[in-house]
């Protein structure tokens, strides 16, 4: 006769370790972030940067030209909704 083990129950699931091998494979990765580093860098400057710049230049009184800027808010959208030419339809 052979032995069989007991079922297993939820409780008994084995509990999850990180391998030295596991860690060494994560590591030995490294030069996968050599290219992702920079490409994040670039995104951010490139994409991210002027998306935030210019939501924020919106809520300022500004020119375009020089370093004097007022926070003004919601004024400007308030002006542009106001503004009758910026409502007709162009197209």
């Not at 939820?10 to 920079?38: E, I, K, N, Q």
Request: hydrophobic residues 40%; proline residues 9%; aromatic residues 18%.
């Amino acid at each position: 006769m052979t032995a069989t083990a007991p079922p297993r129950t939820a409780g008994d699931a084995p509990t999850r370790r990180t391998s030295p091998r596991g860690l060494r494979r994560l590591w030995g990765d490294r030069w996968l972030y050599l290219f992702l580093v920079p490409t994040a860098a670039l995104y951010g400057v490139y994409t991210l940067w002027p998306v935030v710049a210019s939501w924020w230049y919106s809520f300022t009184s500004w020119s375009g030209f020089g370093a004097p800027r007022t926070f003004i808010g919601v004024q400007n959208y308030a002006d542009a909704l106001a503004d009758p030419l910026f409502r007709t339809r162009s197209c």
